[in-house]
């Protein structure tokens, strides 16, 4: 099973929030935004129907496959890393989103004990998350 289109659009709106979290998008994460964006040309009709969505709630019950899970906390780890820094509200936000769909940080490659970020393990995989996550939609 592959993650359907649908999915990928609620991980970016979810990736989206979470760029959002800290109250300023670094221009990194505009750029790992705008990448994803790109590699399944997001429509400007989706672009607006994902603008709608804003219950984080609702669009992760919209993740359903485990491809999707996956997808998501690869891709939350991405733009969480992109800046250098692993703040604490990207840190709630992704314990919250893990929690909800059912994976603790500590069951995840890139996150060390206490659910700390390993951003140099995810920076050094960004080619990795970004061709699986293509080869995933495909």
Known sequence: MSVNRQEYLDIISIVSHLARSDGDIADSEKKVLMTLFKAIGVTKEEQAA???KTSIGSLLEEI???EAKSALVDTLALVAGA???FEDEERAFI???MTRIGM???EHP???DGGDLDIKTVR???KQILESLKSATA
Do not use: I, R
């Open 95 to 97: 314990t919250k989103v």
């Open 104 to 106: 603790e940080p500590t």
């Open 64 to 66: 359903q496959s485990d």
């Open 50 to 52: 994902m603008k709608a």
């Open 124 to 126: 050094a995989n960004v």
């Open 110 to 112: 890139y996150f060390q």
């Open 83 to 85: 800046d250098g820094v």
